[in-house]
Structures are given as C-alpha cells and as structure tokens.
C-alpha cells in the first residue's frame, strides 16, 4: 500500500507518540462514565459505543497496547508501514 502524501490532512506530528507502538485489535469500552469516547489519532473519527453514540461512531478499532491511543482501520492501513505498526493480537 502506498504511503500518505506528506501533504495528507491527517498528518499532525503523530509520529512522536506512535511510531513503532503495537497495537491490538479491540471493542472500545469506556474507560469510565465521565469520559465516554476517544478519537482516531489521524482522522479523528469518533470511537464510542451505547445509546449516545453518534450513528457514524466506530465501536472497535486499534489500540495501542498501552490502551491511550486509538486508530481507525482505514487509517491503521494508510500509515502502518511508514510508522512501524505492529499488531500483537485481536479480541
């Protein structure tokens, strides 16, 4: 697959945070009743799940194994050879 363009919307100076981190494939779960979703670290989509979930929410997506980081599919695909993704496992 080839690599964004530099000029693609979504780059934001992740790679500080993400290069070479390890990801798992997971279902998001709140991580507490105050704070209810999290977003893509490039293309900010929502991730969240229950009634208040917007219809265009993902319910699961990358995490970093660390559980502070989240990345959509189609973003975890874009960028994963140019920062180093790896996956270590899926629910």
């Not at 991730?47 to 219809?55: K, S, T």
Request: with cysteine.
């Amino acid at each position: 697959m080839p690599t964004p363009a530099p000029d693609d919307w979504r780059r934001r100076g992740q790679e500080e945070d993400l290069a070479g981190r390890r990801f798992e494939w997971r279902a998001y779960r709140a991580p507490s009743p105050e704070w209810d979703h999290d977003h893509c670290k490039f293309c900010w989509v929502t991730f969240m799940v229950g009634a208040n979930a917007p219809p265009d929410a993902l319910p699961d997506g990358y995490r970093t194994v660390d559980g502070d980081n989240w990345v959509c599919r189609q973003c975890f695909e874009d960028f994963r050879d140019e920062f180093g993704f790896t996956v270590i496992s899926s629910e």
